[in-house]
């Protein structure tokens, strides 16, 4: 990645520790991702230096903090390539970013008989926006099938994405599956059918390069503290012509331009949408998260991380009653990965995984539709980021194995 993987790791203090009397591996990452120096010391410098509210004032401090505030949203409009600063809300994460369509452009355009489409593998956030939408509206919430290695069905979209079709909301990475769904081709198909495409990046932004012109989405959703930023602030990218037309969602300070007594008049756009005094600190450490992920280049990032993948995926799979969900070709699978062992409750195993100093996740990770589509009641998920090594990849599988072991005798 053009930096030493210790130096990165050095950028990282949290994860040189000890849990359980061994040192750290972190596989947590889709839950949410550890904080650089850079980003805790952009968080400090801000508060210690800048600190004042934005937009209202004219005295050096508020001037500097609104500067650093908009620079941060410039840095997110580079990052994911939209054409303008306009496109750009902050919000507090992707969930926020997901419900504020859903509230706003939702409760606008859609009507009676009209279709929403999701797929089966869609975190709560994306689903039950559309489906309290859907009942509120009596419109109809449609699913996309998985194909038999754990990829969108292509086919099925096609049937599914109609002329009655207004949304369709898709994850552009899976966050128990790893897959990535081709929302470009999503795209296409949704605006061939005259409906608007809704890109759930909560898990793609953080790994790989993210163009907004290029997969042609009209609205992209995503989470600073799953890509190095802190937790609180999150990114509603959507077009500007759609944006202007949207109604605000709240309303208050900051997204006003004239109050009288029976009727106000809204400010431009983003404006228009951040009502209150909003999350400073928090987007100037995305903005710190930015540039710390630009001095690697999301490419690099992925190539990282998908070497890692095709490094540990073979053997996983060759672990004795290790099921493996999604794809098992490493070529198709990101470095996020939920797995069962033999019949031990992924909870039981987490918890041995943990003795062994190796921190990953076990439940329905908020997707219990998909859960109940492969019929498990929960998964144990570990998930990679650009600071994992090859290393932590043996220990996980040795963690593994030692929980099989342990489970088995009662004894490591
Ligand atoms: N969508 C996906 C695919 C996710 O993985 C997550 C976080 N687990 C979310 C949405 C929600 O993100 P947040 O909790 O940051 O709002």
Redesign the pocket.
């Known amino acids: 990645m053009g930096k030493s993987l210790n130096d990165v790791r050095a950028d990282f203090p949290i994860l040189n520790q000890q849990v359980n009397d061994e040192s750290l591996v972190y596989l947590d990452n ?2 949410t991702t550890q904080k650089p120096k850079a980003v805790v010391e952009a968080l400090e410098h801000y508060y210690y230096h800048d600190n004042a509210n934005v937009h209202r004032g004219v005295h050096t401090l508020a001037e500097r903090a609104t500067e650093k505030f908009e620079a941060a949203r410039e840095k997110v409009r580079a990052f994911i390539n939209a054409r303008s600063t306009k496109e750009i809300l902050f919000t ?7 419900n504020w369509i859903a509230a706003s452009y939702g409760e606008a355009t859609i009507q009676a008989g009209d279709e929403i489409v999701i797929s089966y593998m ?5 689903l039950v926006p559309w489906q309290q939408l859907a009942l509120r509206k009596h419109a109809t919430l449609k699913y996309i099938k998985m194909a038999a290695d754990g990829t969108l069905d292509m086919n099925d979209a096609k049937q599914q994405i109609t002329a009655k079709t207004k949304i369709v909301a898709i ?1 552009q ?3 128990v599956l790893g897959v990535v769904n081709p929302v470009k081709a999503l795209a296409k198909l949704a605006h061939q059918n005259g409906a608007v495409m809704i890109v ?1 990046g ?2 793609s932004l953080p790994h790989m390069p993210v163009d907004v012109q290029q997969l042609d989405c009209d609205f992209l ?1 995503f ?1 600073g ?2 890509m190095l930023g802190p ?1 609180g602030i ?1 990114v509603l990218y959507a077009k500007e012509a759609i944006l202007t037309e949207m109604p605000p969602i709240e309303y208050g300070g900051e997204m006003i331009d004239f109050v009288n007594l029976f009727d106000s008049s809204w400010t431009e756009l983003p404006w228009k949408f951040e009502a209150g005094t909003p999350n400073i600190a928090g987007a100037i450490g995305l903005g710190a998260a930015i540039d710390y992920l630009n001095q690697f280049g999301m490419a690099a990032i992925h190539e990282h991380e998908q070497r890692l993948v095709n490094y540990v995926l073979p053997k996983l799979l060759a672990i004795d009653g290790l099921t493996v969900y999604g794809p098992h070709d490493p070529a198709k699978h990101t470095g996020v990965i939920a797995f069962n062992l033999d019949d031990l409750h992924p909870h039981d195993l987490a918890t041995g995984l943990d003795m062994e100093g190796v921190a990953v996740r076990a439940g329905h ?2 997707a219990q539709p998909l859960m109940k589509y492969l019929n498990v009641p929960a998964t144990a998920r570990a998930s990679f980021y650009l600071y994992n090594t090859k290393a932590d990849a043996d220990r996980l599988v040795a963690a593994i194995i030692a929980t099989k072991e342990f489970f088995k005798n009662g004894t490591v």
């Open positions: 889709a839950a507090r994460g992707t969930t926020t970013s997901l869609e975190h709560h956030s994306n994850a990475v899976s966050n759930d909560a898990q959703a989470s503290h799953k937790t999150g990770h908020c």
